[in-house]
């Protein structure tokens, strides 16, 4: 029965002059979303409303489930469309769309006419009692109530008449693509791909990078960090994945620093080559999956300690979350089953007995200076190696 | 160089096979079950290889049925025979080192109310006979064995088992997964009084998706499939022919050279024991010498994690397997290396070579010559 949808935006409405900007996103990302649905659809942007049209045969599910994905909607109101042939045709057609929509008519309604083509001889409130007539003689089980009613029936008058009633809730947020592009450190594990879908949510466009350590993580571990960009990239677009070849890195640091801060350091070497990799592909920011207290690595100290070798900002959108909260997010964007597949990454392999909690900077920093020698060197030849996966949804 | 050594999980398929293969598939592709000449056709490949396999086997051409592989063969084999026989009692004995196949089937049976023995093994993989001998009752229905262990590659006295089992008791039926062991032994199923016998094509240089279960005529065994009554009823379902040609194909050169080849697969073997047992610190796990099989080592190297090490070997071409391929899947420590008391800090650092009758004396080498360098290595860099 539906062939369109009308799409529901919440805080883009609220963008002033940069509206346009948004909304033109949103129908790029639109777009996106319905490229991998079956059918032909147009998208077509009128009285500051998205619609979307199926030009051919589609799924109905599929198409609800992929506009899901896309950040920026609020709400997804399957809508049809009737030709203005006079009252009386438009009371037939309410009658059928209630019909055909609601098989229980044991509910209480409302209509909520909007006369924006302004010549229609009848007006909003006129429209509202007619059809309430027309429907109540039609459907004597169904009552009105004004306040609180169980179908809201929206009739809406333009080139033609556009009647919805049902709203599908959206996945909210802003369009993708609106908010710059940021680089999430991917590592394989439940909390990355949460902490990207989460700034994605807000705008921003995702790039990641991922550092894998052969031969002590296995090409399956590189797979399923790709399949998880995939996971990402369904919602935030294409996602640009770098690989950095960490092996030699981490080594060099396992020879020349004491072990017990060893996950430190690697982790302040990721943050430095993901800002050089953010900066040269104009990316404003870097994302993380850290909670505070989650391991070693994230206690306050130790995000601390992290964060001192970047300028870039940090986001970390998981930091207050527990781990039950970050998985409900994980299952909800289907992560979940990907990361928990049991491939070692590289954050781990190493890893001390007992890792400093508390490290003090100053003696990281002077442990550091054990590197010297060769550091630069191994990371410039691990940026120059890296490899670049454009990851599709 | 390529040096594949994870033969115990597939071999590389004989060229002669897809070269059938592809003329069945294209060509003589009738089902054998048609009466039209594409069928007679058809049916002819079939009837040619079930003499094969019987030649194979010594034993009668009707008792080789066609399955998708050695999975289902030891599923047909343990389901079928439980369900036909479940009046005369509800007792099967197996081992502890079995291929999840038969490990798995036999968890089912239990389910539906079965009573399982699992037999232990000694340090190197073997059974007791005294213990399968205590084990044994008058309503034990079925006897599960292994040929070859595809962890560690220890052979069971399969013969001694046969006549034991038939000596407590004639109703029992005895089954063999030998798909490890098919094709590097001689197997004669009767002379072993072996009532049931799983081989897979594809560790033999076979395709992959076929396999046999030999059942010994008048042996009880129900289907677990139903269908069209194909293969006398037992294995419903148009028949694999490409397949099953090709299976018979790769089986018949298996058997050419059969013991030069076993021959020169123990001396590589030694070979590369030899190598593996200079580097500090391994423990060779399994039978030593003609005891074990040709072409399986597994070695157990403290300090280092299998599949660090199975990766850094990758990386110089050679191929290996951390435990058995099936179990690559997942984390758990392998039931077989527990059940022969590997101490548990090795459990997670063993590694499975297997060799093919083309393993070459060069690629051994190389193979040894990268281990003598990865191995210390490796052991520099550990967690603390």
């Known amino acids: ?393 | 160089m390529e040096v594949y050594l994870d033969n115990s999980a597939t071999t590389v398929c004989l060229a002669e096979a897809a070269q059938l293969m592809h003329r069945i598939l294209c060509e003589d592709y009738g089902n054998p079950s048609s009466l039209h000449h594409k069928g007679v056709e058809a049916e002819a490949y079939l009837r040619y290889a079930e003499e094969t396999f019987a030649k194979l086997l010594k034993v009668n051409e009707k008792d080789i049925y066609f399955t998708s592989g050695g999975t289902e063969s030891d599923n047909i084999a343990l389901i079928g025979a439980a369900m036909a026989n479940h009046r005369s009692g509800r007792h099967v004995i197996t081992t502890k080192i079995e291929h999840p196949a038969v490990l798995q089937t036999t968890a089912y049976l239990e389910d539906q109310g079965f009573e399982v023995t699992y037999l232990s093994v000694d340090r190197q993989g073997r059974i007791s006979l005294d213990e399968l001998s205590d084990a044994i009752r008058s309503d034990t229905i079925l006897v599960s064995i292994m040929h070859t262990n595809n962890e560690i590659g220890s052979i069971q006295p399969i013969a001694e088992a046969g006549a034991l089992i038939k000596k407590k008791n004639p109703k029992t039926l005895f089954h063999v997964d030998a798909v490890q062991g098919f094709g590097k032994v001689r197997l004669y199923p009767k002379k072993m009084q072996v009532d049931m016998l799983s081989v897979s094509a594809h560790k033999i240089h076979g395709p992959k998706g076929v396999g046999l279960l030999y059942l010994r005529e008048g042996a009880k065994v129900s289907p677990v499939m139903y269908g069209g009554g194909q293969q006398r009823g037992l294995r419903s379902g148009t028949e694999n022919l490409p397949g099953i040609a090709g299976f018979a194909k790769a089986a018949e050169s298996a058997y050419e050279n059969l013991e030069q080849d076993v021959e020169r697969m123990y001396a590589l073997r030694e070979e590369l024991t030899k190598a593996v047992k200079n580097i500090p610190d391994v423990v060779i796990n399994g039978c030593p010498g003609r005891e074990g099989a040709a072409h399986i080592v597994s070695a157990s190297f403290g300090g280092v994690r299998s599949e660090v090490l199975l990766h850094a070997l990758e990386e110089r071409g050679i191929y290996v397997s951390a435990g058995s391929a099936c179990a690559a899947h997942k984390p758990q420590p392998s039931a077989t290396l527990k059940a022969i008391g590997v101490e548990k800090e090795l459990l997670h650092s063993t590694i499975r070579f297997s060799l093919s009758a083309r393993t070459t004396g060069e690629e051994i080498a190389y193979a040894c010559q990268n281990l003598e360098e990865i191995v210390p290595k490796l052991r520099r860099y550990t967690r603390h």
């Not at chain 1, 006079?86 to 019909?99: A, H, M, P, Q």
């Not at chain 1, 008058?157 to 919805?164: A, F, G, M, S, W």
């Not at chain 1, 693509?177 to 700034?199: E, N, Q």
């Not at chain 1, 995939?230 to 770098?242: E, I, Q, R």
Request: charged share 30%; hydrophobic share 40%; aromatic share 8%.
């Open chain 1, 1 to 393: 029965m539906y062939k369109s949808f009308l799409i529901k935006y919440a805080e883009i409405g609220v963008k002033g002059k940069n509206r346009y900007l948004f909304e033109e996103a949103l129908v790029k990302q639109i777009k996106y979303a319905l490229k991998k649905a079956e059918g032909e659809f147009a998208v077509r942007r009128t009285d500051g409303r998205i619609y979307v049209d199926a030009l051919s045969d589609f799924d109905f599910e599929e198409t609800v489930e992929s506009l899901k994905k896309v950040f920026g909607i609020s709400g997804i109101c399957p809508v049809v469309y009737v030709e203005d042939e006079g009252f009386e045709k438009l009371g037939e057609d309410v009658v059928r769309y209630i019909g055909d929509v609601y098989p229980d008519r044991d509910k209480t309604f409302k209509v909520a006419a909007r006369r924006a083509r302004k010549n229609y001889p009848l007006d909003s409130m006129e429209i509202n009692v007619e059809l309430g007539g027309v429907i109540l003689d039609a459907y004597p089980e169904m009552r009105v109530d004004v306040h609180k009613p169980d179908i809201l029936l929206h009739v809406e008058v333009r080139d033609k008449i556009y009647l919805y009633s049902e709203i599908i809730p959206g996945p909210g947020g802003m369009p993708v693509g609106t908010g710059g592009k940021a680089m999430l450190l991917l590592s394989g594990g439940i909390d990355s791909p949460v902490a990207g879908w989460m700034i994605a949510k807000r705008g921003v466009k995702i790039d990641a990078v991922y550092f894998h350590a052969p031969p002590y993580t296995s090409e399956r571990a590189k797979q399923k960090v790709v399949d998880l960009a995939k996971k990402v990239a369904a919602y935030a677009g294409p996602v640009w994945l770098h690989v950095v070849n960490f092996t030699d890195i981490q080594l060099y640091i396992y020879d020349k620093c004491p072990h017990d801060e060893l996950t430190i350091i690697m982790r302040r070497y990721m943050m430095r080559i993901a800002e050089h990799i953010a900066k040269e592909t104009e990316c404003l920011g870097l994302i993380t999956g850290e909670s505070i207290g989650q391991v070693a690595s994230q206690t306050m100290a130790s995000l601390a300690a992290t964060n001192e070798v970047c300028t870039m900002p940090v986001y970390r959108p998981l930091i207050g979350f527990d781990k039950m909260e970050i998985v409900e997010i994980a299952e909800k964007i289907d992560s979940y089953e990907t990361s928990i597949l049991p491939y070692e990454d590289c954050c781990t392999i190493f890893v001390a007995k007992h890792p400093v909690t508390k490290p003090n900077l100053n003696i990281i920093k002077r442990h550091e200076q054990n590197l010297q020698e060769g550091i630069d060197e191994l990371v410039e030849k691990a940026l120059e190696t890296k490899e670049v996966i454009v990851v599709q949804a």
